[in-house]
Every structure is written in structure tokens, then in C-alpha cells.
């Protein structure tokens, strides 16, 4: 069975391009993972309630082996999806774009932070291919 991974990131704010560009650009270079893509929801009509925002992206954090995060802007909703798939014991990969100085404590400390979305995906194809469950970074 293919790795799951969850793709987070800014959404809102945004352009559509910026919230799935990146997002689809994985998912047509890495075929080898599964995915979960919260924008399918999003541009799809779940604004409405936030029920039907929020519960799905959990349950789909829960699901997924992996989270990769795309990192452009501090948003609310992808900081709190980095502390629930943390507190749930799954690895956070995070490539940080937001082109700050400084990345918070808060963020460094909950997830493994590369430059690129290449350098991430070369990490997270080393911890898939082990043998061994990942672990929390």
C-alpha cells in the first residue's frame, strides 16, 4: 500500500494557483504516495459550515502517514493542523517559504524543516522506504 500523505498549507487568502499549484505539482511528480488534498473541499463548496472544513481535514491528519506542509504565510488553520498531526504522533515535514528570518519556536519545534519542496520529498521518500514505521521528528 502506497504512503498517505496529507498535503497542508495556506488556503485561504490566496490565490487558487497558489493554494493548488504546488499541491498538484507533487502529486504529478511523486505517483509513488497517496494523498490527501484538502483543497478538493475548499473550491468545491465547503464554506459554509465549519464543520465541513474542519473535521474532514482532521480525520484525514489521522489517516495520513505523513504531513507535508508548504509554508508561504503564518495561517491559522495550517499552524493548528501542524500541532494536531503532532500531538497525534505523525511526522511533520514542513518547507518553509515564508521567506522570514526566523521561523517561530513553536513551528521548528513540531516539525522537520527543509528549503525546498525537493529537499522534503527526498526526506520523506529516506523515511518511507525504510523498513520501520516513521516516527514523530
Known amino acids: 500500500m502506497k504512503p498517505l500523505i496529507y498535503l497542508s498549507g495556506t488556503i485561504d487568502n490566496i490565490t487558487v494557483d497558489e493554494a493548488c499549484g504546488w499541491r498538484n505539482q507533487i502529486k504529478k511528480d511523486y505517483p ?4 490527501h488534498d484538502p483543497t478538493i473541499r475548499i473550491y468545491h463548496g ?3 459550515d465549519t464543520k465541513e472544513i474542519v473535521e474532514p481535514d ?8 505523513i504531513m507535508l506542509v508548504y509554508l ?3 495561517s491559522a488553520g495550517t499552524l493548528m493542523e501542524i500541532m494536531y498531526a503532532y ?3 505523525k511526522p511533520v515535514v514542513l518547507v518553509d517559504a ?3 528570518k526566523f521561523l517561530s519556536a513553536w ?8 528549503l525546498s519542496l525537493d529537499d522534503a520529498m527526498s526526506y520523506i521518500k ?3 522506504a525504510s523498513s520501520l514505521t516513521p516516527t514523530m521528528l
Open 98 to 100: 515564508t521567506n522570514k
Open 32 to 35: 509513488q504516495y497517496q494523498y
Open 46 to 48: 465547503a464554506h459554509g
Open 58 to 65: 482532521k480525520r484525514e491528519i489521522l489517516e495520513s502517514d
Open 87 to 89: 500531538e497525534h504522533k
Open 107 to 114: 513551528i521548528r519545534y513540531h516539525a522537520k524543516i527543509f
Open 72 to 74: 508561504t504565510h503564518y
Open 126 to 128: 529516506g523515511i518511507t
